[in-house]
């Protein structure tokens, strides 16, 4: 994962540079010309993280999700410290020097690469190491997009809650971080006036040495991406456990398997299936029917699955059999508030709107199935507006009283580690939402043992196996492919 981090941000400020420097130089001599360049520059860094990826994340050639996608949104974060830096390092050389070269009969050539660049290198330094640690720590969010890297521990330990796979990833981070500083920071010193200067050889020893480190990690990021099948899942507990889920079972198949898991929300993983960077990953029927082909809603399960069968096969896409078990969305209160005060329908929460403070994920507060159409149907008006957070998180802020009631998963472990209470949907108004896997089409006709692998899934997962298995990652903290391979030995 250090490997995967280094590459991305090597890559993307050895381009950020070679954009850069030029960029400055015009920007340094053609004052009209250069104020364009640094606002688009300013502009692209303002832009959230998470935002520009989601952005770039449909556009033809940068998009998809992988390394591509994650190495373009660098390079914009890393274009304004260099070009501003390169400029005023230009623009600050003293103006008696330059007359004095031009008397010595220097062309503006010469000038530039034998006194410009010389004199404003530590200021270019200065910007290349700026956006070599703006670098390392926008390239976590990365791991949002498949990217890989050490935000893959830190996405991963949100998810479980866990905080020492977040450190995991967040303290080789913060080491990568320093030693580039300091490095960037020793050469930014020497090459300042006055001291000794580096001789041409270390120069070219330096060099070669970054050149045979960027191209090992380019490598061992080519040789780390296999061409076997490609399973996604989105970004919490269950989503990782059921690609693993595929994953393993394909690999007992002898069918070599890449995971890209621990993606974004719905809708990451559905570009991303839809546009080839992966082959599969579980989706819930209720969630493709609303969410994505933004149907109306149905309540019958095998309407439900037989439209969305038929909408996806016109994308080259298909629906395998459900794995068995249906997680629909279920409000959730603490226990004692439910025993106290004899909550055990969604109805009931009438009693309580005006003064409770629920909190929703980001994608329920959206969805036409999620709490807009929840509102309407059962007629709720809290006091206060939801408060948005990511889903994992959302139990622990249950448990701890800063809100009253959530919207989670009928499947989640932490309901009853936390001693959480489920209201009764009284009212009907969720629609099913089993698990069916998504494969592309193409890769079922190419590749027939996928289909006879995942159909020996097919109903055999229950809503308590599911429940125990997002228990054993969320609370006892058990690894992902651990439970998993138990599962599993428990269906021979």
Partial sequence: MTGRHLFLVGMSTLAAAAIGLPAGIVAAHRPRIGRPILAVANVAQTVP????????????????????????????????????????????????????GVAMGMTPRQLLLLVELPLALPSIVAGVRIATIVGIGTATIAAAVGAGGLGEYIFRGLSMVDSTVILAGAIPAAVLALAADASLTWLERRLSPGRQPISPAAAIVLVAVLVLAAAGLAGGARRSTSNGVVIGSKNFTEQVILGELLAETLERQGIPVTRRLNLGGTLICDQAIRSGDIDAYVEYTGTALTAILHQPVVRDADRTLLTVRNLYGRSGLAVLDPLGFNNTFALIVRRADADALGLGSISDLQKTQSAWRPGFGYEFVERSDGYPGLAAAYGLRFSVEPHVMDLDLIYRALASK????????????????????????DRGYFPPYHAVPIVRSAVLLAHPEVKAAFEHLAGRISEDDMRGMNLAVDVEHRDVAETVKAFLGSLR
């Fill in 49 to 100: 993280s998470l935002a520009l990826l989601g952005f770039l994340l449909p556009l033809p050639l940068v998009g998809g999700i992988g390394p591509r996608i994650a190495i373009v949104a660098l390079i914009l974060y890393g274009l304004l410290p260099i070009v501003r830096s390169t400029a005023t390092g230009l623009s600050s050389i003293d103006p008696a020097v330059m007359e004095a």
């Fill in 402 to 425: 800063e809100v009253d009631v959530i919207a989670g998963d009928a499947t989640s472990g932490l309901v009853k580690a936390l001693d959480l209470a489920m209201l009764r949907d």
